[in-house]
Every structure is written in C-alpha cells, then in structure tokens.
C-alpha cells in the first residue's frame, strides 16, 4: 500500500535538491547549448566543490569564503579541461574525461587534507557548523522559512541567472556565444575562439562546483563517488527544461530559468520512483534511460515529422529563395 | 595594400594525397584595387584566400597587408585588417544569433571584447538604416535570428558585415556559387556598390567568366597554384571570354583550356 501523505512530505526535499542541481545544471546549460560542448569534467567538478567547501569550513573559514572557493576550484578545473582541449589538440569529449579522472586522484588528497594521505569522503555537520543550506532546515520544523533550503536554492539560481543574463549581453559574452554558434565566423570576426573556450568551459565548471559546495552542505557530507553520473542529471535537466517549456521561455533569462525548473522536475520524478519503492539500485539506468529517450526525441522529431516553422516574409524582390530559407527554418526547428 | 611574396603551401606533404596548392605565388594589390579571380578546380583560388585570410599558415613566403607583415599573424587577429564573405552561406553568421547581434559582432571586429554591452541602442538604429539600404524587407527583422534567412539574405548580411567595419581588405570566395542565378546576380551587384562605396581593396574568387571580366578592375587567372594571366584596366574591359580562353591555352601550354576546367 503505498502511503500518499509521504510522497507529499518528500516533495520538499524535492524542490531543494532541483534547486541545488539547478546551479550545477545552468553550468552545463553553458558548454552544452552554448558552446556545443558536451563537457564530462563536471562528474569530477561534481565532487571537487564539495570537498574544497568542507575542508575550508572545517579549517574554520566562513561559508561565503568556503563557496567562493569551491567556484574558483571549479574554474580551474575548466581550465584545465580548455587547455587540454584547446592548446593541447584533444577532443572536448575526451579531454573532459581526462580531467575528470584527474580529479578523481585529486578529489581524494583534498577530502584528506591534513592527514597526509587519501579520504574517499568527509562529514560536516550543521550542528557545529552554521551551513547556509541544510536538509535539517528543511525538515526539522522549528527552523524560520528563511533558513530554508528551498529560499537560498532559489536564491542562487535567481542571482547566478541575472548575473549570466548580464554577461552574456556584453561584447565579452556575445564572443562566447558567437564561438558556439559558429567558430568559423567568429575567428573572421577577430573572436580568439580557444581564449572563449577556455573561459566558457571555466565559468561552467565554477558553477557546477558551487552547486557541489551547496550539495555538500545540504546532505552534510561530501564523497568521493558525489559526482558519478552528474553530467546525466545536469543534461537531464536542460533536455526536461527545454522540451517543456521552450514553447513560453524564449528569453535568454527564462530559458535558464526553464533549466532550474528541469533539474526540479528530474528531482520530484525521482522522489515518486522512489516512492513507488523501485529498486534504488536502478536508479541510475533509470536515469540515463529518461536522458537518452529524451536526446532522442529532437532527433525522431526531424526524421520522421514534418515541423511547420512560422516562415518570415521573404523579401518583395525575391532577394532569396525561399525553399533555402524553409530548409534552414527546418533545421534550426 | 596586400603583398603576397614567393608563396608555398602543400597539403597533406609526404603522403600519397600530397597537394602543393600554392607553388610560389606572388600577387601585389594596389589600395582600391578591386581583383577578380579565376582558374580551375584546384588551380589555388581559395587556398590564397585561406592563405591570406590565416586560416593556416603557409609553408614559405611573407604576406604583407597594409605595411604590416601577418605571415605570423592567428586568423583571428588578421580579421583585424580583413573583411571577409564566404562560399557557404552557412559559414559568415552566427545562425542562432540575431540579425543586430551578428552585425554587432562584426562591429566589433579588431576591437579588444570586454564588459561593455554587447549591442547599444545607438547601434541598432544605424544597423536598421544599413539594412533598409540593403532592400531586403531585413530592416524590421533586426531580432530575427540569422538561420530563419534564406542564403542570398545571409551572403547579403555577411557582405553588411564585412564592410561594416572599415576592412583594408575583402576577401569574397565564390559567395554566389551556392546561390541561384538571380540571386547570385542581386548579391554580386551588392558587392560591386559595397566595395565601390566604401574605396575597398577586394579580391573576388568567381568560376564564372563572364562575371570575372565585368566585375573589377583587374582579374588574373590561377593555374597549378601560380598566377598565369593577369590584366588591368583598358585591356581587361576590352576582354571577352573567347580571349580569355585562348590566352590560358597560350600560357599554361596545354589545350586543358576548354569550358570543363575554366567553368566547371
């Protein structure tokens, strides 16, 4: 029998957790639609974060210092995936895998920090610690709304939104997404297209790494396997955010905003497997099957539909085919 | 204004497709000079081009444009002195960018890229009176994105953007090949009142004759990756295809001259 008042009181923890991936998804959202990148370092960033943010608390550093941090550690970490992949010649795909494993050694000397050797995790507990997101808050019912999970995930998504909103509207952020969009162009245009790689794939690791700090503080703990599959969930959460609501966010702005929404609904759909008590152990196969069905459905949708794209005026004169401009309109749908 | 010395370039050296597409070219182009050229497939047309652009670096040779040697130079700081427009109407804009953002993206071209806006509203005025100059039915599109055009709309912007920032010099390689022929003709009588607007120095890569001799005020014609004929002024505008054809078989020394390998 399965008991209806739980699910409810599990959405909650829901939302925090697809606001907190939210972070981590706009990051992908980054070098995956903008850069057209798909960029495996964040399953090693995923972890890294996290654990530079726990080991700073637990050194006595304050938590915005701990955040900030962590996001400087994420952006190394991109930049060592751009020069491999930029000064170095490697695929994207392949140099983000080598940076990932990289991190794996790397995650594992910072959790033990200190102690001279490896760490393959590292508690922190918001009883001795004034963490800025907790699941305590969140279900510990003595707490004021404010101290909720909820309210500083959305917090940081809203404010990581306007800032990058910000960005990507001035010449420097133009050239990144211009390099995306078509390198060939951007190099005639004088854009250094390795310089806006290098930074692209920076500015996303950092965010994956603060989501991984706030995660860390969320669930009070930090482990070495934290970011195993994460690259799934941040694309699950861009295709979920895309396919639902690109029909009504079209602004830049929202259409992140529509990722943070994906990464919620990604959340909430695993809170109500789980609840349906499927094994846990499937969860992950369950999850890269939900992200190839959904990468297929562009792809299905062009080969065996036509889409009837609005078609623009063309000039009075003819200045250009239309059966040109209905191809492209077809591709670009 | 451009200066191409002793030029080598060979593709895929030491190996069974060894190409030498570039075999000692030279090539001096005067300030407002507007150069047509032509050659068969692989004669090296748009390899000088690429080779002038930066695409690659070249083997051997210095290429000088405007006093400043850029032999060294990366492609992306060369399009500091060049404009350029393409064969592929896919290749000079950014498809899922707008209109205003892809010509603010020229505007900038060879200027440092900081935090400053991308896009002014300044500028969107001036872009919506270039593009209503253009004739297109663009001036009202201008958040439009790039790939909803149809290709002789988009060689048209590509051209806007070239020119837009003042180049030294433009590079046009076939841009109308891939267009039809009416609007290949619409886009080439574009380029002709762009260049002649703005004084620029252009080289202009054609496979057709006919447009080779009436555009410009000098064509040379590429063979076996050097240049066999070139002529300028009074005896270009004399010129015929006929004659061109005759003194490609006089110079190269073959009867290769024939319309398969001049206008394939």
């Known amino acids: 029998m399965l008991d209806f008042a739980k699910l409810i009181s599990s959405l909650p923890g829901g939302v925090a957790q697809g606001l907190i991936w939210g972070v981590m998804a706009i990051g992908v959202y980054l070098t995956y639609k903008i850069l057209d990148i798909a960029d495996l370092t964040v399953d090693g960033t995923m972890c890294t974060g ?77 009883d001795n610690y004034n963490l800025v997101v907790s699941s305590r808050y969140l279900f510990d019912g003595s707490y004021p709304w404010y101290k909720s999970p909820i309210f500083w995930g959305a917090v940081f998504c809203v404010v990581i939104i306007l800032i990058l909103y910000w960005f990507f509207g001035t010449e420097l952020g133009c050239a990144i997404r211009a390099t ?5 162009m951007s190099r005639a245009q004088g854009i250094n297209v390795d310089f806006n790689k290098v930074l692209g794939l920076m500015l996303s690791n950092g965010l994956v790494a603060l989501s991984s700090g706030l995660l860390a503080q969320y669930q009070g703990f930090i482990d070495i396997n934290s970011g195993r599959g994460a690259i799934v969930i941040g694309l699950a959460a861009v295709i979920i955010g895309e396919v639902v609501f690109s029909r009504i966010f079209r602004n830049f702005a929202l259409k992140m905003l529509g990722v943070v929404f994906g ?30 069905i959904f990468l297929a459905v562009p792809y299905w949708k062009g080969k065996y539909t036509h889409v009837h794209v609005k078609h623009l005026p063309e000039a009075a004169d003819g200045a250009g085919s239309s059966a040109a401009a209905g191809e492209e309109a077809g591709r670009n749908a | 204004m451009l200066e191409l010395k002793n030029i080598w370039k060979t593709f895929n050296a030491g190996t069974v497709n060894e190409k030498q597409a570039l075999r000692g070219l030279n090539l001096t182009l005067k300030d407002g000079d507007f150069v047509t050229v032509i050659g068969g497939n692989g ?26 040697d850029v032999t060294r130079l990366p492609e992306y700081k060369r399009a500091k002195f060049i404009g350029r427009v393409f064969q592929d109407p896919m290749m000079g804009t950014a498809p899922t960018m ?49 790939g909803l055009l149809s290709g002789g709309q988009r060689q048209a912007l590509t051209l806007l953007m070239a020119s837009l920032k ?56 590429m063979y076996d990756g050097k240049i066999v004929i070139d002529v300028a002024g009074e005896e270009k505008k004399k010129l015929t295809v006929p004659d061109l054809l005759a003194l490609f078989s006089k110079v190269s020394g073959s009867d290769e001259a024939d319309d398969k390998l001049l206008l394939s």
């Open chain 1, 50 to 126: 996290g654990a530079v943010c726990v080991m700073m608390i637990i050194n006595g550093h304050s938590v915005p210092v701990a955040l900030l941090c962590a996001f400087l550690a994420g952006m190394a970490a991109g930049l060592v995936t751009g020069l491999l992949h930029t000064a170095m010649g490697i695929q994207a795909l392949l140099a983000g895998i080598l940076t990932q494993l990289a991190l794996y050694s790397i995650n594992l000397k910072i959790m033990g920090w200190g102690t001279g050797s490896g760490r393959s995790n590292q508690p922190i507990s918001v």
């Open chain 1, 180 to 184: 995306g969009a078509n390198p060939n």
């Open chain 1, 263 to 292: 990464a919620i609904i990604y959340y909430m759909v695993m809170q109500v497997v789980l609840w349906l008590k499927v094994d846990s152990d499937m969860l992950k196969i369950l999850s890269a099957a939900i992200v190839a």
């Open chain 2, 43 to 68: 004669a090296g047309k748009s390899t000088m081009l690429n080779a002038v652009a930066g695409v690659w670096s070249v083997d051997e040779g210095s290429i000088t444009i405007d006093g400043t």
């Open chain 2, 98 to 146: 707008q209109i205003e953002e892809n010509l603010a993206l020229a505007a900038r071209r060879g200027q440092r890229r900081g935090l400053g806006w991308g896009i002014t509203r300044t500028e969107r005025a001036d872009y919506m009176e270039l593009l209503r100059n253009l004739d297109l039915g663009l001036e009202n599109r201008l958040t439009s994105k790039v």
């Open chain 2, 166 to 221: 003042q180049p030294k010099l433009l590079l046009l390689d076939e841009h109308t090949a891939a267009l039809d022929p009416k609007t290949a003709a619409k886009v080439l009588a574009l380029s002709d009142q762009i260049v002649a607007e703005n004084h620029l120095t252009t080289l202009m890569v054609t496979h057709n004759m006919k447009d080779a001799i009436a555009h410009g005020n000098r064509l040379i014609m």
